[in-house]
Nanobody, 119 residues
Framework: QVQLVESGGGLVQAGGSLRLSCAAAESISYIAKMGWYRQAPGKQRELVAT???????NYADAVKGRFTISRASVKNTAYLQMNSLKPEDTAVYYC?????????????WGQGTQVTVSS
């Protein structure tokens, strides 16, 4: 059963922008924290951005100032706005969700959406 569904990936030129969306299944009654991971070919999966229930957010150094994580106020939907994209941002991006702010590992994962940045 798919718990999180991502959309918005695709091919973009360097310097361009993409906006990823993530919608949680209705079967998930409450989500405290949401985040985005990515995995590039031949590399380990890395945490890109996290948004806590109180509104605070964290970003990986590689994306600070370029990516913004946000969340819709009325439903379990998250977004990742990606600006000034670089070829090294090419990866499969995964939406994640946590039932508690203090959880260090996501309980729910999306299936991933491919982002490809051409030089």
């Amino acid at each position: 059963q798919v718990q999180l569904v991502e959309s918005g990936g695709g091919l973009v030129q360097a310097g361009g922008s993409l906006r990823l969306s993530c919608a949680a299944a209705e079967s998930i009654s409450y989500i405290a924290k949401m985040g985005w991971y990515r995995q590039a070919p031949g590399k380990q999966r890395e945490l890109v951005a996290t948004l806590f229930s109180g509104g605070n957010s964290n970003y990986a150094d590689a994306v600070k100032g370029r990516f913004t994580i946000s969340r819709a106020s009325v439903k379990n939907t998250a977004y990742l706005q990606m600006n000034s994209l670089k070829p090294e941002d090419t990866a499969v991006y995964y939406c994640t969700a946590y039932p508690y702010d203090g959880d260090s590992y996501p309980r729910w994962w999306g299936q991933g959406t491919q982002v490809t940045v051409s030089s």
